[in-house]
């Protein structure tokens, strides 16, 4: 298998677009995903996130998505928003690379921490980030407003 970890262009975004529904539905919550390729490419445009892929043979089948955040108690960090690797790719070692390559992305741009949420009920996932020696916190709990039309807001 030859696996090219590389950072994604805007003619990847299709293809992270569908890696975000497969997720969703792995997840179980395919009905979530109220965007669209046209707003994964406009938001590459605007350097709103950045994205790695995992590509075997040119065909996307994995990506880590990530962009810069601020934490007033440590600083410049990364939040990493995806990362989903295609089932039959799994148990390969790709998941591995991609993660350790978002690590030192995170290191080159000066980030003081990384983080990102996880599922309770998502045991290899668990397991990945703990043998990678992450914190994994239960104390604290999500907060969300959605908008489900902003157009309206003001």
């Known amino acids: 298998m030859d696996i090219t970890i590389r950072k994604a262009q805007k003619e990847d975004m299709a293809s992270i677009f569908d890696l975000v529904v497969e997720l969703a ?17 406009n938001a590459f445009d605007e350097n709103i996130f950045d994205v790695l892929v ?16 601020f934490s007033t108690w440590r ?16 148990q390969s070692g790709i998941g591995q690379q991609l993660f350790n390559r978002f690590i030192n992305e ?4 000066n980030a003081r921490m990384v ?26 709990w999500n907060g969300k407003i959605f908008f489900e039309n902003n157009k309206d807001n003001s």
Request: proline share 4%; with cysteine.
């Open 25 to 41: 539905i792995y997840e179980r919550a395919p009905q979530a995903v109220k965007t669209n390729v046209t707003d994964f490419e």
């Open 75 to 90: 600083g410049k960090c990364i939040y990493l928003e995806d990362f989903y690797v295609v089932p039959e790719y799994r």
């Open 115 to 140: 983080k990102w949420q996880v599922l309770d009920f998502n045991d290899p996932a668990l397991a990945f980030y703990r043998k990678n020696n992450a914190t994994i916190e239960s104390n604290w």
């Open 54 to 69: 995992a590509t075997i043979d040119n065909r996307v089948i994995g990506m880590a998505l990530f962009y810069m955040t």
């Open 106 to 109: 995170s290191k080159l741009l």
